[in-house]
C-alpha cells in the first residue's frame, strides 16, 4: 500500500490522575486500523522496577516504538534510581537528538507515586497542571471529563475510570477495556 492510501493505527487514550496521594494511570484497549478494530485488549500500561524503585508507565502510539522508550527509560532509572524527572529529562534529550528515536512515533505518560510526567518526542517533560494528564486519541476527551470529577470526593481510581468511561463513549478509537495501575 501507498503511504496515502494506508488507512493508518488509531487507538488508545491513556490518563494519567493524581489525587489524595495515589496516582493512577489507566489506558483502554483497543488498536485500530482505519476503521477496523484490531484488537480490543491491548495492554498499553505498565509496571517497571528499574532499581527497586516502581514507575508505572502507559504509552499512546506506535506499540514498538513505546516498547524502544520504556527500554530506554528504564536504562536511564537505572543510571538514576529513584529519580523519575532527571530520567525522563533524559530520555527527552536523547528521543530529541537521536536521528533513530526521533522517528519514534509514541508519548509516555509516567509516575513514580510522587511526579506524574508526560514524555513527547519534541523533548518535553511537562507535569501536567491541575494533576491530570491524558494522551491519545481520545486524551482530550478524558483530560476535560477527569478535570470535571477531581474536585468530588471521588478516589483518583474513581476519577481516572470514569474519565476513561467517558471517552470511550466519545472517542470511536477508545474502548472500555481498561487496565489499571496505582501507585
Not at 523519575?84 to 530529541?96: I, M, N, P, Q, T
Not at 477531581?150 to 477495556?177: H, L, P
Request: negative net charge; hydrophobic residues 45%.
Amino acid at each position: 500500500m501507498a503511504d496515502d492510501t494506508f488507512p493508518g493505527w488509531h487507538g488508545t487514550t491513556i490518563i494519567g490522575v493524581k489525587k489524595d496521594g495515589k496516582v493512577v494511570i489507566a489506558g483502554d484497549g483497543q488498536v485500530s486500523l482505519g476503521q477496523t478494530v484490531i484488537k480490543g485488549t491491548a495492554r498499553k500500561v505498565r509496571r517497571l522496577s528499574p532499581g527497586g524503585f516502581d514507575v508505572v508507565a502507559g504509552f499512546a502510539g506506535s506499540t514498538a516504538d513505546a516498547f524502544t522508550l520504556l527500554e530506554r527509560l528504564e536504562t536511564k532509572l537505572e543510571a538514576t534510581p529513584g529519580q523519575l524527572a532527571r530520567a525522563s529529562v533524559e530520555l527527552a534529550k536523547d528521543w530529541r537528538t537521536d536521528k533513530y528515536l526521533q522517528k519514534l512515533e509514541a508519548m509516555l505518560i509516567v509516575t513514580d507515586g510522587k511526579e506524574l510526567l508526560v514524555i513527547t518526542g519534541a523533548g518535553d517533560v511537562l507535569e501536567p497542571e491541575h494533576n491530570v494528564a491524558a494522551i491519545g486519541s481520545g486524551g482530550n476527551f478524558a483530560l476535560a471529563a477527569a478535570r470535571g470529577m477531581m474536585d468530588s470526593d471521588k478516589s483518583a481510581e474513581q476519577v481516572a475510570r470514569g474519565a476513561m468511561a467517558i471517552a470511550a463513549d466519545i472517542c470511536v478509537y477508545t474502548n472500555g477495556n481498561l487496565t489499571v495501575e496505582s501507585i
